[in-house]
């Protein structure tokens, strides 16, 4: 590791620490979620100052950071509690978002090309799910009913568009991806078949014995899968990220089988892992990635940014909240605020357009700086009409 790595990560890490401190000192005005500080740190103390920077170790610990993130995202999946309503109305808001979101681009066409159109109504239609997560869990929300429609909207949010990236813009041969996406479909399946079997008693020993001891067997067994899923899915040429939400997903099924002390347990040690460490260094090099400079030399970005901002919000929340009948209004518009929030995926959807000369700079620039804004605005917002209610 070279001393610029070094002193970039012990800045980032700096900043990681500190954004618990600025989120409680805040909270005696408005709540303002960690996340929310942690990316905001991420931009001052890169493109605005120059503090730290990215290079090839830094985004290894962002990229596994992800991961991780995405996984404990799965593991939060309760299909159990999601199935039926929620997750029909989480599709049905997804499906109503993508149509929508085919009409914007459409309209967009004539402006900026008809790739540049679909690719900005892609964009809108995805939901920060990794995001949400540490949010609702800090709130208070993740075990109630409105945080399974939450869950449910976002994962739909979150898969839908990782599936029409690999199948559509992540390769120019969709027919062999979709097949490899179905093979993919096949191990995952096979693996939760083999998660929901009888634990073998040798390996349920092991997994007791060692949680308070150095051995850590459940936490070491849950990164090797988290690897293997990872692993094959970029080997299957898909989005690595689909790997690591399956990971949580199964591991979630292997472990719905145990004793209920012990789950929380193992899932008390992978989210200290995550959440103390990989997770916020993750946001905060998200933060070091916003193009400041973009910002600075075309000033329409921020004027273009608003826009876009309301759609995430109609396009996107918008249909979930329509079809949330049976909860009141202060819950629906939350609904719709919460799915309404972007920014991992859209930095994946500009990145591929920029890259392959579908989307000028200037409309990417804008994309991420309506989606910071989505992740800074649209929580806070859902907090306070679910303090309402």
Not at 265 to 270: H, V, W, Y
Not at 341 to 349: C, F, K, N, Y
Request: charged residues 15%; glycine residues 10%.
């Amino acid at each position: 590791m070279s001393s610029t790595s070094l002193s970039s990560l012990v800045v980032i890490l700096a900043a990681v620490a500190v954004a618990p401190l600025v989120s409680d000192l805040v909270s005696r005005w408005f709540p303002l979620p960690t996340v929310v500080v942690e990316i905001g740190a991420g931009v001052l103390i890169g493109p605005a100052l120059g503090w730290a920077h990215t290079d090839d170790i830094i985004d290894f610990f962002a990229a596994l950071g992800l991961a991780t993130l995405m996984f404990l995202a799965g593991l939060e999946i309760d299909l159990r509690r999601a199935r039926g309503g929620p997750i029909r109305r989480a599709l049905f808001g997804w499906g109503a978002s993508l149509a929508l979101a085919i009409l914007l681009g459409i309209s967009l066409a004539s402006i900026d090309g008809a790739r540049s159109g679909l690719l900005v109504g892609l964009a809108v239609t995805t939901t920060a799910f990794g995001i949400l997560l540490p949010i609702l869990r800090d709130n208070g929300d993740l075990p109630t009913h409105f945080g399974t429609e939450v869950l449910a909207g976002a994962a739909v949010g979150e898969i839908g568009p990782i599936v029409v990236i690999a199948v559509f813009l992540g390769t120019d041969r969709p027919a062999r991806a979709l097949t490899l996406l179905l093979v993919f479909s096949v191990v995952v399946l096979l693996a939760a078949w083999l998660a929901t079997r009888e634990r073998n008693a040798r390996l349920a020993r092991v997994i007791e014995s060692t949680l308070s001891t150095s051995g850590q067997f459940a936490v070491r067994l849950a990164a090797l899968f988290l690897a293997l899923m990872v692993w094959v899915a970029y080997e299957l040429g898909l989005d690595v990220l689909l790997g690591a939400f399956a990971a949580g997903m199964v591991a979630r099924l292997f472990t719905g089988g145990s004793d209920e002390h012990e789950v929380q347990l193992i899932e008390t040690k992978l989210q200290a892992v995550g959440f103390g460490f990989l997770v916020p260094v993750f946001f905060v090099v998200s933060g070091m990635r916003f193009d400041l400079h973009s910002v600075y030399d075309d000033p329409m970005i921020l004027m273009v940014a608003p826009a876009f901002l309301a759609a995430f919000l109609v396009v996107r929340g918008g249909p979930s909240a329509i079809g949330a009948r049976r909860m009141g209004w202060s819950d629906r518009a939350a609904l719709a605020c919460y799915l309404g929030t972007a920014l991992p995926l859209v930095v994946v959807v500009t990145s591929i357009g920029v890259q392959t000369g579908r989307l000028s700079s200037s409309t990417a620039a804008a994309l991420v700086t309506a989606a910071m804004l989505s992740v800074l605005v649209f929580p806070l917002a859902a907090a306070r009409l679910r303090r309402r209610a």
